[in-house]
């Protein structure tokens, strides 16, 4: 089998694998031999799971093609580095619509699905301001906080990510198949599910790791205590992200976890410029030439001197040679591409031009 089969077939094993499966992929095992180690393991519970992964894999690549879907693979040097980087990633995404929308700084903006008319002009005008300055969006296609940041996105001539916690072809909440549409016109629709997967209630958990996962910031609107959002806050804090919170009206329970978000740490968002503040240097998007271009004897770049031409790096050691953490790194490293001094390669790694 490819490692496209390999790496969708090891996705549709259970989830208590992943984590093993994301390590031993880093560690430099092929796909194929590590999904025949999982798949053995498995095989006490359900003897075919080795021949039905692999017939479900084939199945669901041919349904995508033919439904104008594009797979991107772990080990493609168009998969999301900062996704790469965190400890479970997807083996593979499934989308629709512009590829190139990955490689744009993206800020989260996650919150209740019964907003206020206050958190949805909120998500909606932090949105807008956000895409009009070049930051992609990335939210879950939900009804309320979710839906409203899509189209602010959008009504700001910008980019926006719709992370599903369903296969693509099974769009929910249904009403939203026009919203989708929208979406990848300029965006992108991703899943970690292989098409044809409903939308049950376990998928929605898993997927807030990945719209965490694909962003610099979370922002956080309107969550009670019990919220679905903070799950993604809790992702992004475990993976090094930022995250804030848009402070609400504290006589209504649909507030009280960003209020608590807020007690512990995170930053208040009042305005665009609260979560710029954040993430610093995302704005300026034209390539432009480096000092080290323009002057032969500059001191070297901290970050470039990590990096030796020709050899691909991971993320983790990057981070540990430059003493810089994640959130910090992601963004010089993408500066640097823009420049063409860095590229990335497969598996959320660089290398040095």
Known sequence: MTDLTNLVALSLLPT?????????LRAGDLPGTVFDRLAARHAG?????RSSAQARAKAAIRRASADGMTPVAWSDAAYPAALAAIADPPFVLWTRGVIRAFDRPAVAMVGSRAASPYGLSVAERLASELAARGIVVVSGLARGVDSAAHRGALAGGGITLAVLGSGLDVIYPPEHAPLAREVEQTGLLVSELVPGTPPLKPFFPLRNRIISGLSRAVVVIEAGERSGSLITARCALEQGREVLAVPGNVLSGRNRGAHALLRDGAKIVESVDDILEE????????????TEQRLPNAV???VLACLTPGEATDLDAIAERSGMTTARLLPRLFELELKGLVTRAGGGRFVRS
């Open 279 to 290: 993430i610093p240097g995302s704005v300026c998007l034209e390539p432009s030439p480096t």
């Open 45 to 49: 519970a359900t003897p075919d799971v």
């Open 300 to 302: 070297p770049d901290r």
């Open 16 to 24: 208590s694998s992943w984590r093993q499966a994301a390590e031993s």
